[in-house]
């Protein structure tokens, strides 16, 4: 007659490792989806900042009549602030600039005051910008803008043209 004392010594390890092996690739397959995941949200949130940002600065250049600080050139030039004019001397609307703050990659919308420096204020509409670029073509009345933008180490590079309705040149 035989006799059953229970498992072997051996058949316990080779239980306890085949259920180590598989809770470890469970673990390293659930952590490799997360890290999926976080880059695909991230992707999508620089995609709509991106699209966001340009909105507003399309906005903003467009309807002005002019850059102001910036000398015409078709190669992109890495810039922190495109100021563009709006008023005329009677006129009360205000000039604006587009200004990259490089500390907190934001950017804002400011008004600028007679002597062409930023009033206190203005407003953000985006974040996550690294660089900025600006070329012109046609004079100045097309803007060329490349914005450089990352977050947790995914990159999105976003180009638009822009194309100033009320141009009317630079008459400094």
């Known amino acids: 007659m035989k006799r059953k004392k229970g498992y072997l010594l051996l058949e316990s390890v080779i239980?306890?490792?085949s259920i180590v092996i598989i809770i470890s690739l469970l673990y390293y397959i659930l952590i490799f989806s997360n890290?999926?995941?976080m880059k695909i949200e991230d992707s999508v949130e620089?995609?709509?900042?991106?699209n966001e940002v340009s909105k507003y600065?399309?906005?903003a250049i467009q309807n002005s009549k002019y850059i102001i600080n910036y000398d015409k050139n078709s190669e992109l030039k890495s810039v922190t602030s495109i100021k563009c004019k709006y008023k005329e001397k009677d006129n009360k609307l205000k000039d604006k600039e587009i200004f990259l703050n490089k500390n907190s990659n934001k950017i804002f919308i400011r008004t600028l005051d007679v002597y062409g420096n930023s009033e206190g204020g203005g407003y953000e509409v985006g974040d996550y910008i690294d660089n900025m670029y600006i070329s012109t073509d046609y004079d100045g009345k097309i803007a060329n803008i490349k914005l450089e933008l990352s977050k947790n180490n995914t990159n999105l590079e976003k180009e638009f043209t822009v194309n100033i309705i009320n141009f009317e040149g630079d008459n400094k």
Do not use: D
């Open 46 to 50: 620089l995609q709509q900042q991106g």
């Open 57 to 59: 600065i399309k906005e």
């Open 15 to 17: 239980s306890i490792t």
């Open 35 to 37: 890290n999926i995941k």
